[in-house]
């Protein structure tokens, strides 16, 4: 069975809940409400893939932390997922393109069972603290002598 697991207390929430009643699927369909930190990454363990599908995203940390987790990506096209996502790891569709969401969670479902550890490295190597750190340092550091 699939199940669909909803994080976050936004404002189409109860559009949401009545729509999945609407539907049929409300024991598919489960809303977790606000997460604190450690809940979001429990419910990021828990699940099979993680989808983000935005119209726009400056850069996209919730798909680091999901990366950093060892679970695979969905999302869009719309200003930073592009950057982080590699066919490795994760797929990227169009913003507003429904079909090819529904589309990339079947493929998602069909692929092998995801290396978790390969999936944790690829975000690690690319956004841990010895690839990102000593740059943000000599950053910081050269802002500071120019005061």
């Known amino acids: 069975?699939?199940?669909l697991v909803l994080g976050g207390d936004g404002v189409i929430r109860q559009e949401l809940a009545a729509l999945a009643r609407s539907l049929g699927l409300q024991s598919q369909v489960t809303f977790l409400g606000q997460l604190p930190r450690d809940g979001?990454?429990?419910?990021?363990?828990?699940a099979n893939c993680f989808v983000l599908p935005s119209y726009a995203e400056n850069f996209g940390v919730v798909?680091?932390?999901a990366l950093a987790t060892g679970v695979p990506v969905i999302s869009t096209r719309c200003g930073g997922p592009e950057d982080i996502i590699?066919?490795?790891?994760?797929?990227?569709?169009?913003?507003?393109?429904?079909?090819?969401?529904?589309?990339a969670l079947v493929t998602m479902r069909e692929r092998p069972?995801?290396?978790a550890g390969a999936i944790r490295e690829y975000?690690?190597?690319r956004y841990g603290y010895s690839t990102i750190g000593p740059s943000?340092?000599?950053l910081y550091c050269s802002l500071l002598e120019r005061r």
């Not at 590699?86 to 589309?103: A, H, K, M, Q, Y």
């Open 1 to 3: 069975m699939v199940r």
């Open 63 to 65: 798909l680091i932390e």
């Open 123 to 125: 975000a690690v190597a």
């Open 86 to 103: 590699s066919d490795d790891v994760g797929i990227i569709r169009e913003p507003g393109d429904e079909t090819g969401l529904g589309d």
């Open 113 to 115: 069972e995801p290396d």
């Open 40 to 46: 979001v990454r429990e419910a990021m363990w828990n």
């Open 136 to 138: 943000l340092r000599d």
